[in-house]
């Protein structure tokens, strides 16, 4: 995996996880890649997953079987969209307020371009 | 695992190469070596499998001193040096002469190894290229299955492909017994591979420190112009890197070239914050 250079390689993980778990590609009470396979996988240190692995448990996205395996939760694709909504909030929004503020660009106009852009990339 | 009390050292009297080095190295770890030429990285690792001798003070390895080089520990041992030699022979000769010394030699998982890099065990030493030997001494060390795995500038001479398998099979190697340490210059290809960094600068340890400790305690970051809270910074296309206090508990990916040259050239800023 090419990884980015702004942001902690095990959030960047933590991000892949989600996205499989988001597109269906690892479903719910399924067991995900041990933290061995992952690592090797990724090409990054073990620890490192089991860093990912321990921030996913505490958001109730992935749990813990013992001796079995990490599962991807019941309730993982809701707990994801609230901790990706907090991340959102917190990290990307002030950069997009920053530019709407700046560029002063108004709300209805942005409401417009939302709803263009929903459309066109998502047929809602 | 390892620890490291007053390390006193040096190949000539007038100049030290450590002074009273004191450190302690535990198992489950990926220990990422660095240093400028001449530092010490190569002789430190030496010291530990008992290669050279310690001019003062103590060095405990599993419980033994490397300098007595008893076979129980160096069986424990598997030392992958920069420069080493191999005899015109073939690989089966090689491991009948080599594999006994360590009674957890595990001869599938080197037959596994070897095909990961892609070298056919039919091969005579002699004729492979210096990538293909040094593919070779680095899969006959982890198929020893020591305990202890040193390894200086493995991933010099080693192709593209290559070093992307060299990771992969360190991924997977490193195991709660195990404690596997690299000394390095190509950051780049290795930095996603360590989680503690050790520096040597000065006759002594400059830092050793996780990689979470050190995202915790200090920012990597692009930014458009230098303030007084930045330690230290590069130029780079579009403005600087720099290196900060992580005031604000960001998460930022450590950019080891750049903290190398930052501690080189801001160490007494950095002191205070890895104590």
């Known amino acids: 995996m090419e990884f980015r250079d702004n942001k902690a390689i095990y959030l960047q993980i933590a991000e892949y996880v989600c996205e499989h778990i988001l597109l269906g590609k690892w479903k719910a009470d399924e067991k995900v890649p041990s933290v061995r396979e992952l690592a090797v996988a990724m090409e990054v240190n073990p620890n490192t997953v089991m860093r990912t692995y321990e921030l996913l448990q505490n958001k109730n996205i992935i749990n813990n079987k013992r001796g079995i395996g990490f599962f991807v939760d019941e309730a993982a694709t809701a707990n994801i969209k609230s901790y990706r909504k907090q991340q959102f909030i917190a990290d990307e929004l002030p950069v997009v307020f920053r530019n709407i503020y700046l560029l002063n660009i108004g709300f209805d106009e942005l409401e417009n371009q939302y709803k263009t852009f929903v459309k066109e990339n998502f047929n809602a | ?275």
């Open chain 2, 1 to 275: 695992m390892i620890e490291i009390n007053n390390l006193n050292f040096g190949y000539s009297k007038h100049k030290p190469l450590f002074k009273n080095m004191s450190m302690r190295l535990s198992n489950g770890h990926i220990y990422g070596l660095l240093g400028k030429n001449g530092a010490g990285k190569s002789t430190l690792l030496k010291n530990l499998a008992g290669l050279v001798y310690p001019q003062g003070g103590q060095l405990n390895v599993m419980g033994f001193n490397p300098s007595k080089r008893q076979p129980a520990l160096l069986s424990q041992i598997c030392f992958i040096p920069e420069e080493f030699y191999l005899p015109p022979v073939k690989i089966d000769s090689y491991l009948k002469a080599n594999a006994p010394f360590y009674p957890n030699f595990d001869h599938e998982y080197l037959a596994t190894l070897l095909k990961e890099f892609d070298i056919p065990a039919s091969n005579k030493l002699i004729d492979m290229s210096y990538g293909q030997k040094k593919k070779f001494i680095i899969a006959f060390g982890l198929a020893t299955q020591a305990r202890l795995v040193i390894m200086d500038e493995p991933t010099n001479g080693l192709d593209i492909p290559s070093k992307a398998q060299f990771r992969k099979i360190m991924a997977s190697a490193l195991t709660d017994e195990r404690c596997i340490i690299i000394s390095t210059h190509q950051v780049r290809d290795l930095d996603n591979l360590i989680d503690t960094v050790i520096m040597l600068d000065e006759n002594d340890v400059a830092l050793k420190a996780s990689v979470e400790e050190i995202t915790t305690k200090l920012a990597f970051k692009r930014v458009k112009e230098i303030d007084e809270s930045i330690f230290y910074a590069e130029p780079s296309l579009s403005g600087y890197n720099a290196v900060m206090p992580n005031y604000h508990h960001e998460e930022s990916k450590l950019d080891m070239e750049l903290l190398f040259n930052a501690i080189l050239a801001e160490k007494t800023k950095f002191k205070p914050l890895f104590n």
